[in-house]
Every structure is written in structure tokens, then in C-alpha cells.
């Protein structure tokens, strides 16, 4: 509502022409009208996003998770615990990676708040529909209203490169386990790991390896961005985890 009431039906224009259709809460929306109109002092922290977006996000994607195991045929209907296996899966590997990303920016002094790329849960949708799986993991932001790109990615850069480091780093230790021989647990368990494996590659390969429109909110562009050699490095290691049998 706030937003109806700043841009009314200029919002149907707006909206196309900035690629935020969906966004119904992107930074764009939360604008003053001009750049004149003084920002109330209960507005310089961004509301919304936090723990309730990020949980939010991950029932939504492990909801698409499900339908498209059910349509591909690699998972029954009757298998009652797959929804909270996958649901778990993906808490963890997204748990990992906005852990890192905190706990990093915490260090270096960036007050960040988690949001989710609403439009990408859209692609989300679309891709599922095509019988694709695509896991858009959302972001954490500064949370104050203004702030540029350029001058935080000193501290951006860091804390993008520590959360796909951390979604790496568990992808080859599951992967590692799965090689010797298993994950030497019981089947409930082992399915849990195994979409968690699935799901650290599929993640990492849009995080990472394309650093480009309309992913340029992913670490992969924030790396890259920040440090060519690490963002090489990075992507080293994420295209041999994707390419192991």
C-alpha cells in the first residue's frame, strides 16, 4: 500500500521498464519521489526482510524442490519424508551460506539485512514449469536507506566470498563423504545429504559461474566485482564440484 499511494498507476510503468514487476519489495519501491523529499528518521533502516524472509524463501523453494522431483519421476508420492528432507536440506545449505556472509560482516563492521529476490522466486516458478530447478538464494544488504555499491563493496566483496566459500567447502565434504563409500547413515538421513549435495551445486552454479544480468545480486558478481583472482579461484572449484560424477 505504501507503494500505491507514492506511485499510483505510474507503478504499471515503472515496473516494466525497470525489470521489477515482482519486486513488490525492492529497494526501488522505498524511494522518496524525489531526491529532495527528506527521509523520515523511522525510514533509515529498510523494514522488511530478516529471519521471516529467509525462512520464507526456504519453504518456497523446497516446495518447487518437490514438484519437480514428483514430475521428473526421480522421487514417489508416497515418499511421505522427502518435502522435510528436501526442506532441510535447503535450510542448510542456505543456513550455511547467510551464516558466513553474518558472521564475516559482523567482523568487518557491516550492519547487513537479509532479503529475498522476490522476482527470482518467480523465475523459480517459470524454470519448474520447464522442467528446471532453480534455487535464486536471496542476499544480505546494508540496511541503511542510502548507500552505494561502489563505495561498500570493500566490505561487500569479503562477505559474498565467504558465503559461496562456505556452500564450496560443504558441497566437497558431502561429496567427499558420498566417495568413500556413503554417508554411512540411515536412509533418511542419507536422502537429506544427498539433495543437500544436489542443492550446494545447483546454488553454487548461479551464484558463482554467472556473475551477469540477472544475477548481478549474487556473490558470484559481488566477487567479482571486488577481486577477479578470487572470484577465478572460486569458480575453479565450484565447475570440478559440478562436474564430478
Same mark, same amino acid.
Not at 78 to 103: C, E, F
Not at 125 to 145: E, K, N
Given at each position: 500500500m505504501q507503494q500505491v499511494r507514492r506511485y499510483g498507476l505510474s507503478m504499471l510503468r515503472i515496473g516494466p521498464a525497470t525489470f521489477h514487476v515482482f519486486d513488490l519489495g525492492h529497494f526501488l519501491w522505498a524511494r522518496p519521489a524525489t531526491q529532495d523529499e527528506p527521509i523520515p528518521a523511522r525510514s533509515r533502516l529498510v523494514p522488511g526482510g530478516g529471519a521471516s524472509a529467509w525462512w520464507m524463501n526456504v519453504l518456497v523453494l523446497s516446495v518447487l524442490y518437490w514438484l519437480q522431483?514428483?514430475?521428473?519421476?526421480?522421487?514417489?508420492?508416497?515418499?511421505?519424508?522427502?518435502?522435510?528432507? %528436501?526442506?532441510?536440506? %535447503?535450510?542448510?545449505?542456505?543456513?550455511? !551460506?547467510?551464516?558466513?556472509?553474518?558472521?564475516?560482516?559482523?567482523? %568487518?563492521?557491516?550492519?547487513?539485512?537479509?532479503?529475498?529476490?522476490?522476482?527470482?522466486?518467480?523465475?523459480?516458478? %517459470?524454470?519448474?514449469?520447464?522442467?528446471?530447478?532453480?534455487?535464486?538464494?536471496?542476499?544480505?544488504?546494508?540496511?541503511?536507506? !542510502?548507500?552505494?555499491?561502489?563505495?561498500?563493496?570493500p566490505r561487500l566483496g569479503p562477505v559474498a566470498f565467504a558465503g559461496s566459500l562456505a556452500v564450496l567447502v560443504l558441497g566437497w565434504l558431502l561429496y567427499a563423504l558420498y566417495a568413500v563409500g556413503g554417508f554411512g547413515v540411515t536412509d533418511l538421513v542419507h536422502g537429506t545429504l544427498e539433495r543437500a549435495m544436489q542443492a550446494a551445486r545447483i546454488l553454487l552454479l548461479f551464484d558463482v559461474l554467472l556473475p551477469f544480468f540477472p544475477f548481478g545480486s549474487f556473490n558470484g558478481r559481488r566477487v567479482l566485482d571486488y577481486s577477479r583472482v578470487l572470484w577465478v579461484l572460486l569458480a575453479a572449484g565450484v565447475i570440478a564440484l559440478i562436474v564430478s560424477p
Open positions: 522431483g514428483l514430475r521428473a519421476g526421480w522421487m514417489g508420492v508416497q515418499n511421505l519424508h522427502a518435502l522435510w528432507q %528436501i526442506a532441510l536440506a %535447503i535450510a542448510v545449505v542456505l543456513g550455511v !551460506r547467510s551464516l558466513a556472509m553474518k558472521v564475516v560482516g559482523r567482523l %568487518i563492521g557491516l550492519e547487513a539485512r537479509y532479503r529475498m529476490w522476490e522476482t527470482g522466486l518467480t523465475l523459480s516458478v %517459470i524454470v519448474a514449469v520447464l522442467g528446471g530447478l532453480f534455487l535464486p538464494p536471496g542476499s544480505h544488504y546494508p540496511r541503511t536507506v !542510502r548507500w552505494s555499491y561502489r563505495s561498500e563493496l
